[in-house]
């Protein structure tokens, strides 16, 4: 069996390291807050090459309390990439905004920039740049559309802790950047958690009273915030996963290089490319195929785990239906029904990548003879 994530085997290569950071946290008594949270805190800020992080309870709360921290007018839009986890478009709703989708790129599936400029409007507040399976935006002509039209830019890096653009890490690019530590992420905790990394030291600031509700001080609170921690076992497991983390990236493009190196020459396959400068986390290696349906089940037959990411464009969701029928010319809505996620990890070895591959090109020559 070729599994799609083994977090079992990732535990079991660092297991001492972990049981010991679980083990003083729980000597310490330190289960919210404290040291623990804060060394977290900043060695994640300094690994993102951001001058300040502000833990949060997970991912999506990481985005909606930088979106209540912009503090928009009620009813502004920001626009969200229609390919990409609900999260992303809950966040803008949950804070009392209008969520607009834009499409995204056929090459690396992040948000079309140009397309985003044609879905501006008097109301226009925010960007969400998601760094989507690990790969950067095109950061340099979202910020060029930013400055130009004042508009805010968050960067959803839930899949991209680690990625590069241009030899800067993402997340504090923009405004600021938003991660999730769901356990299956590249950066994983044992349970949920969530990070946003920003320059902003304001916007810092008003994120952390946001997510602590509203005080600076113990019972000093200056306005109604929420609740939104990462806990301190989860910092503990997550600063001794930081350590591993780029090597764990590094390999994920090992399998990567092997899978385009092995793939190239297949037809009926549309292979991820990464954009020149840069790094691709590689959360998720996504080809195209109008015989998706039928190449899961063939690769499942051998044992070999896939996922589809995602199997209905945002637009096309029950949940967005109040915004009208979806645009059948946008590439979103057009690819969901033939991505596919091969499996890609640091649980994998050179022998089970090509068998992977080996069974893709089996599976595309059959395809090409019926
Ligand atoms: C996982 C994910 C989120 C949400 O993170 P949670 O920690 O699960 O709340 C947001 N955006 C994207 C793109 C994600 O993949």
């Known amino acids: ?33 404290g040291e623990v949270v804060e060394r977290f805190e900043q060695s994640f800020a300094s690994y993102q090459q951001a001058a300040h992080c502000v833990s949060v309870g997970n991912g999506t709360d990481a985005i909606e309390i930088v979106l209540e921290a912009f503090g928009f007018l009620p009813g502004s839009e920001v626009i969200v990439p229609a390919n990409t986890f609900i999260a992303t478009s809950e966040a803008v709703t949950r804070s009392g905004y209008k969520v607009v989708f834009a499409d995204v790129d056929p090459v690396t599936y992040t948000l079309d920039v140009e397309d985003a400029r044609r879905r501006l409007t008097s109301r ?14 095109d950061m340099d002509a979202l910020m060029a559309l930013a400055r130009e039209s004042g508009l805010k830019v968050i960067e959803d890096c839930a899949q991209a802790h680690g990625a590069e653009y241009k030899g800067r890490r993402v997340g504090a690019i923009g405004d600021a950047g938003t991660f999730s530590f769901y356990p299956g992420k590249n950066l994983g905790a044992y349970g949920d958690g969530g990070a946003i990394t920003s320059n902003d030291a304001d916007l810092a600031r008003q994120c952390r009273m946001i997510a602590n509700h509203g005080r600076i001080d113990k019972y000093d609170h200056q306005f109604e915030g929420r609740n939104s921690r990462l806990d301190g076992l989860q910092a503990a497991i997550l600063s001794v996963k930081l350590r591993h983390l780029d090597a764990w990236i590094d390999h994920r493009n090992r399998v990567a290089a092997a899978y385009l190196s092995e793939l190239q020459d297949v037809d009926g396959v549309v292979l991820p490319r990464v954009a020149s400068g840069c790094r691709h986390a590689f959360h998720l290696f996504v080809l195209r195929t109008p015989n998706r349906d039928a190449l899961a089940a063939f690769l499942k037959e051998r044992g070999i785990q896939t996922g589809v990411h995602y199997p209905i464009a945002l637009p096309k969701l029950e949940a967005y239906r109040y ?48």
């Open 124 to 137: 226009s507040a925010a960007i969400i740049a998601v760094h989507l399976y690990g790969h950067p935006c």
């Open 323 to 370: 915004l009208g029928a979806p645009d059948p010319a946008m590439f979103a809505n057009q690819a969901d029904g033939q991505l596919l996620s091969l499996p890609v990890g640091e649980h994998l070895d050179e022998t089970q990548v090509s068998q992977v591959a080996e069974a893709v090109r089996e599976f595309c020559a059959l395809a090409v003879t019926a």
């Open 1 to 33: 069996m070729i599994k799609f994530l083994d977090l079992h085997s990732q535990y079991k290569s660092i297991q001492p390291e972990i049981d010991d950071a679980i083990g003083k946290v729980i000597a310490a008594s330190a289960y919210i807050g």
